[in-house]
Every structure is written in structure tokens, then in C-alpha cells.
């Protein structure tokens, strides 16, 4: 639903489904979510594309691996 993506609570509506990866409280889930200062360096490294995608999601915690 629309309403839940403009809410701005989105976040804790994923993690309290099981969506996101319970595993770690949310305040760090945020914290490792950045991914600015991974982006800032894979332009600077002239990576585009899958190169580019892949750099920007190190280190950010995967979803669940709960099966819904």
C-alpha cells in the first residue's frame, strides 16, 4: 500500500513482519544501510553497472532469510 511507502515507517513495518533481518536490532540495520560514503567510492573507482551495484551493497545486511 502507498500509504505505508509515504509513512515513513516502512522500516519497523519490514522488520516487525520478519522482513528484514531480526538478528541485529534496527538502529544497526539503519546504520549499515548507508550506502553514500560505498557509492562516493565506487564512482570515484569508475565502477558503473553491475560493478557499481555490487561495491554499494557491501557490507549492507541482507534481508531475512526467513522463508515467508
Do not use: C, N, W
Amino acid at each position: 500500500d502507498q500509504r505505508i511507502l509515504e509513512s515513513g515507517y516502512l522500516p519497523e513495518f519490514l522488520y516487525d513482519l520478519k522482513i528484514l533481518d531480526t538478528t541485529h536490532p534496527l538502529t544497526v540495520l539503519r546504520d549499515q544501510g548507508h550506502i553514500m560514503p560505498a557509492a562516493r567510492v565506487a564512482v570515484g573507482r569508475g565502477l558503473v553497472g553491475p560493478a557499481f551495484s555490487r561495491a554499494i551493497r557491501q557490507g549492507v545486511p541482507p534481508f531475512s532469510t526467513i522463508p515467508l
